[in-house]
């Protein structure tokens, strides 16, 4: 028997492909919205997909017609977003939303907003609860645009119950293995790491981020939640990880602090201070038990990127990878030149 009817707003991004799956395993029907209308090929066929632009106006409102019993909204940001959610509340049951971990800051008003000026990186309490003050609403950033699009939306209270999951460091097929897994298909056999190698950013898996999303569907609620799996592992234990799956053996070379110079030793996870997040209430409230944890799930994602660079340059296939860090990423060159200066140092 259908629990209801889901309807997923982006639903061939990378948690968007997850939540369709896990919610027609638990018996939704389901809908799933995304610009092109796409299908994933380990969708069930009963799957509805459809191509929707949500920010042309009204549509959204004429795509759900008679509406549905839960929106999964995996693309949700600023008030615009929240405003068109409310808007149609009487037409959705329940929503569940992505947020995001960036929203929060800490005692001294850092943030990751802040994380490129001196000092600037975050000191959170660890774990992080869902607690901790959380920067300005507005529209000028990322970690802004999500707190106005939880105030707008938890304001709407029993009107529309909304559950937020404030999302960790997403992994699953995001590129941010990339930094690992190319260096070792490219033959580098040392690679270096700032803060010691220490640097801790929470993963979230996206099967977690599913399963959470399955558990609030069946228990609407107004509620912020973090989400995120049930390990952070250090920056070196993830490249150790990384090395076990492709039966490589690699040096460490270790930065103590942050890098000397330029960029050398930055990876995707890499920062001054820890970010873990807590997890109890979303035990506590919707009884959740992660899926998987990050090691167990790493063969298929590294397997992945390492067919993705046999096929083509890394910049093509990962491009937002490249807007997001850059091509210094992989600037093997300043890489050679740190460690012929860091041997020469150690004679």
């Known amino acids: 028997m259908s629990k209801g009817h889901a309807w997923v707003l982006g639903a061939t991004g990378q948690i968007g492909r997850a939540a369709v799956r896990t919610l027609t395993e ?30 042309e106006e009204g549509a959204l409102g004429r ?5 549905c019993d839960v929106l999964v909204d995996m693309v949700a940001f600023g008030g615009a977003h929240a405003r068109q959610l409310t808007g149609l509340a009487g037409r959705i ?58 105030r707008e939306l938890l304001a709407a209270g029993e009107a529309l119950p909304v559950t937020l999951l404030r999302a960790g460091a ?44 399955r558990l609030a569907a ?14 952070a592992p250090a920056v070196a234990e993830i490249a150790s990880a990384i090395d076990d799956v492709l039966g ?3 040096e460490t070379v270790l930065i103590d602090g942050a890098s000397p110079e330029g960029r050398v030793g930055v990876t995707p996870w890499s920062g001054a201070h820890p970010v873990v997040y807590d997890m109890t209430a979303a035990e506590e409230q919707l009884g959740y038990r992660p899926v998987t944890g990050y090691v167990e799930s790493l063969p298929e994602t590294v397997e992945w990127l390492a067919g993705q660079l046999a096929e083509r340059d890394w910049r ?23 460690l012929a200066a860091h041997d020469r140092g150690r004679r």
């Open 26 to 55: 638990d018996g939704w029907e389901v809908t799933a919205a995304s610009r092109g209308g796409g299908r994933d090929g380990r969708w069930d066929a009963g799957v509805r997909a459809v191509a929707l632009d949500r920010d």
């Open 170 to 213: 997403v992994h699953g097929r995001t590129p941010r293995e990339l930094y690992v897994v190319k260096r070792l298909v490219d033959g580098r056999r040392r690679r270096v790491l700032a803060y010691g190698g220490e640097s801790r950013f929470h993963p979230l898996h996206v099967s977690n981020a599913a399963e959470l999303i």
């Open 93 to 150: 049951g329940s929503a569940v939303v992505i947020s995001s971990g960036a929203v929060y800051e800490d005692e001294r008003g850092r943030s990751f907003d802040t994380q490129a000026e001196p000092d600037g990186f975050p000191r959170y309490p660890v774990p992080l609860p869902e607690t901790q003050r959380t920067v300005a609403p507005g529209n000028a950033t990322y970690g802004t645009r999500k707190v106005l699009l939880e």
């Open 316 to 338: 093509e296939a990962f491009p937002k990878m490249l807007a997001n860090y850059g091509a210094w990423l992989f600037d093997y060159a300043a890489e050679d030149a740190w």
């Open 248 to 250: 490589r053996e690699t």
């Open 63 to 67: 795509a759900l017609g008679d509406g």
């Open 218 to 231: 069946r228990r609407p609620a107004s509620r912020v939640l973090n989400a995120a799996d049930p390990e």
